[in-house]
């Protein structure tokens, strides 16, 4: 299948979630998220999203900008919002894109949109929603993530998946946000005081916890 071909060619950018745009990734981790991801294609590909990369970019912050992320969400004991299904819609726009040989301005745009999309999966604070403070804590780990990105390491899994491998666009996702899920009550434990409170400062070093998922959310 079309779908299967092509699914190589999308990995790169699909590699790297809140159920508010208020709890969103920052868009400077959306833009490099995309960039990160387009360095790790195929020589060509790489080049042309080189040459496009003002549109690679300006697709993923254009959920942020439309407000889009609302509902995108991925909780678990089958409660799932529509990012599931908006990352299989936005694979298959990309493939029918790249099988109509279309202009690479809008390919790069929606293959930024596709980015922004699955990064959200790799959001914790996306994919559950179990402690009624992460309003108050969610924006401080987002934050946390941009000022550490410097120091993360994109890491590099392969092509394919087993969901990719049987064109499981929507498995993937869910399994990207299952990963996602399992740090989520670690990040609560880490902002919250013994009294249960939020803390007001919080700084952890490169060997916390929260670094370390912080740095899984970005690199995956």
């Not at 809140?18 to 790790?40: C, D, F, K, M, N």
């Not at 004991?77 to 990352?87: A, E, H, R, T």
């Not at 804590?137 to 890491?155: A, D, H, I, L, N």
Request: positive net charge.
């Amino acid at each position: 299948m079309l779908l299967r071909s092509l699914a190589a060619a999308l990995w790169g950018l699909v590699f790297l979630a809140t159920t508010t745009p208020a709890s969103a990734w920052t868009p400077h981790y959306h833009e490099q998220v995309a960039i990160q991801g387009a360095r790790l294609m195929p020589a060509s590909l790489q080049r042309t999203l080189a040459q496009h990369q003002s549109r690679l970019k300006e697709g993923a912050l254009a959920p942020l900008r439309l407000g889009a992320n609302e509902g995108l969400y991925l909780h678990a004991g089958g409660s799932y919002g529509s990012l599931d299904q908006s990352i299989l819609v936005q694979s298959q726009r990309v493939l029918d894109l790249l099988q109509a040989q279309s202009n690479f301005d809008v390919v790069a745009y929606e293959m930024g949109v596709l980015s922004h999309l699955v990064a959200l999966a790799n959001c914790p604070t996306n994919v559950a929603a179990d402690d009624p403070r992460e309003p108050q804590w969610g924006p401080r780990f987002q934050s946390y993530t941009e000022s550490k990105m410097r120091k993360f390491r994109v890491v590099f899994d392969g092509y394919l998946t087993p969901t990719l491998g049987r064109d499981d666009i929507r498995g993937f996702a869910r399994g990207i946000a299952d990963r996602s899920r399992r740090h989520y009550p670690l990040i609560a434990r880490a902002y919250l005081n013994e009294d249960g409170s939020v803390k007001t400062n919080s700084s952890f070093s490169d060997q916390h916890a929260v670094f370390g998922i912080a740095s899984l959310a970005y690199s995956r």
